[in-house]
């Protein structure tokens, strides 16, 4: 299939979608109060981002705070899911304890997160964090836990200490999966940040859509969301472009 | 080097009680020569690799190299597993260095030495290539070669053929002799396959079903370098025939210690 063909198809569903959208808000004439067509919402965007450009900031305050605590729940994530893969001592003893913190929705946990760390940035980024770090996590342990034994055979014969082998075969091993969870990571994370703005109402794209909604102003609602979901979207896309460069050895790509 | 098991006994803790994998095993490779070991499954092959390569420490006895003691990886040994073993996110070349580099030795002289194995093991043009790129044969080479780049005196061999079709295993053969021929490593090789055991060895150990022991230790006189006319001689036939009826089910070797 020529590049071209598969870069249509791929556009297809979106374009359907906007169809579908315009033919809905169009057919069932539904006010623009309530559910503003493509269009509409594009013309918005457009005000938003070029002409006006009073979204980019909130856009921005949310990108920034998600990224922040993406980054710090990735951290986190990686060494707590190293440590306790290669340590069965530590496994037992706090694997039981991720999985209690897991139990509890995050989400749930916000209005606490903001009385114990303040009205501001911290809070975000903490919730954030808390948030994505489980599926990181999971795919970090799961990947250094699954390598594979005849190659720690290999490097055992090889006299290398537990650090060596963990840095040159087990994380090198385990970065497909790792990668596995940094995607869905990614979703959950811009989900915690946006609740937490829905809460906090000071800023951001969860602000944007609060805020617009409440006052009836749907269409900027709709746009913010739309732009949301961009966001997420290119997100996942880059994520998935970095696991194509980096795991070459897996996947489509193979023969022989 | 010289290689000695004395006196070895290897016992497995499992869900039934403790497996007697290997009893009161004596064993011994001269220096420079080809050791083959031929043994039913289960009869504590993988063992002894594991105890060779210093995977695992015996039970009770010892494993010595030129005299002394030793348990534990060594710089000396080199290990081929049944499976290459590749890393598969590092080149053929990268997969060769690795001991090398884990021992911060991996300089210009370590890569040269690198590509000289892969021509050796006939993988010239292979160099830059991924484990995902070559065969399976290919990928045994790459774990042949990468088990000679410390030059050891002890090579020791898990059936590394075993996962590799009929034509590929009697190619790998012949450059396996060719690539000793050139080191003369003492080599312990694990096999099922009794072509195998006797065109590449001096002598061929054949173990009994478990607890292991060496019930045979036959020496093979044929000339070196052994081709495939020694394939088709008399002589071969003569001693596979010896070593293949001791396999057979009314045999001895099937009959395990109480």
Redesign the interface.
């Known amino acids: 299939m020529s590049s071209l063909r598969s870069f249509l198809l791929k556009l297809l569903p979106f374009v359907l979608l906007l169809l579908v959208w315009h033919g809905l808000v169009e057919g069932l004439r539904i006010p623009s109060r309530l559910m503003p067509g493509p269009i509409e919402a594009g013309q918005r965007i457009y005000l938003g981002l070029i002409s006006d450009g009073d979204l980019w900031a909130h856009l921005w305050q949310t990108l920034r705070s998600t990224l922040m605590g993406y980054a710090l729940g990735c951290v986190l994530a990686l060494v707590i899911g190293s440590v306790l893969a290669m340590n069965r001592v530590l496994e037992l003893l706090f694997y039981p304890l991720i999985l209690l913190m897991q139990a509890v929705p995050k989400v749930a946990i916000a209005p606490l997160v903001l009385l114990w760390l303040g009205f501001d940035a911290r809070s975000i980024v903490t919730l954030v964090a808390l948030i994505c770090f489980f599926p990181i996590f999971v795919g970090t342990f799961i990947g250094v836990r699954s390598t594979?034994e005849?190659?720690r055979?290999?490097?055992?014969?090889?006299?290398?200490s537990g650090f060596?082998t963990f840095l040159?075969?087990s994380l090198?091993h385990a970065s497909g999966s790792i990668i596995a969870g940094m995607q869905v990571g990614w979703g959950f994370a811009l989900v915690g940040c946006v609740v937490m703005e829905f809460i906090m109402g000071i800023g951001g794209a969860g602000f944007l859509i609060d805020n617009s909604a409440n006052a009836l102003d749907t269409v900027t609602a709709v746009a913010s969301m739309v732009l949301l979901g961009v966001m997420g979207y290119l997100g996942g896309m880059l994520i998935a472009a970095v696991k194509q460069r980096m795991i070459?050895?897996?996947g489509p790509a193979?023969?022989? | 080097m010289l290689l000695s098991l004395e006196d070895i006994s290897v016992a497995y803790p499992t869900r039934k009680g403790p497996v007697q994998a290997l009893e009161r095993l004596d064993l011994m490779v001269q220096p420079a020569s080809f050791a083959s070991v031929l043994g039913p499954s289960g009869c504590g092959k993988s063992t002894l690799v594991k105890l060779v390569a210093g995977l695992l420490k015996p039970t009770t006895g010892s494993i010595s190299f030129d005299g002394v003691a030793s348990t534990g990886a060594r710089d000396e040994v080199g290990v081929a597993f049944q499976q290459a073993a590749l890393l598969p996110w590092k080149s053929a070349l990268d997969n060769v260095l690795l001991p090398l580099r884990l021992k911060g030795q991996s300089n210009a002289a370590a890569r040269e030495q690198a590509e000289r194995l892969l021509d050796l093991v006939g993988l010239k043009g292979s160099r830059d290539s991924f484990p995902h790129e070559l065969s399976g044969g290919m990928q045994q080479r790459v774990s042949l070669a990468r088990s000679l780049v410390r030059d050891p005196s002890v090579l020791v061999m898990d059936e590394p053929f075993s996962a590799l079709d009929a034509m590929t295993r009697e190619n790998m053969m012949m450059e396996l002799q060719r690539v000793w021929l050139d080191k003369r490593p003492s080599v312990l090789f694990i096999t099922h396959s009794i072509a195998e055991a006797v065109f590449l060895s001096d002598r061929v150990l054949v173990m009994s079903g478990r607890p292991g022991r060496v019930i045979m230790d036959r020496t093979i006189d044929l000339p070196r370098p052994r081709t495939l006319d020694t394939l088709a001689s008399p002589k071969f036939a003569e001693l596979s025939n010896e070593l293949r009826n001791l396999f057979r089910p009314d045999s001895p070797m099937h009959a395990s210690a109480a």
Request: some cysteine.
């Open positions: 594979p005849v190659l055979d290999l490097f055992r014969t090889l006299d290398a060596k040159h075969c090198p070459f050895w897996e193979r023969h022989g």
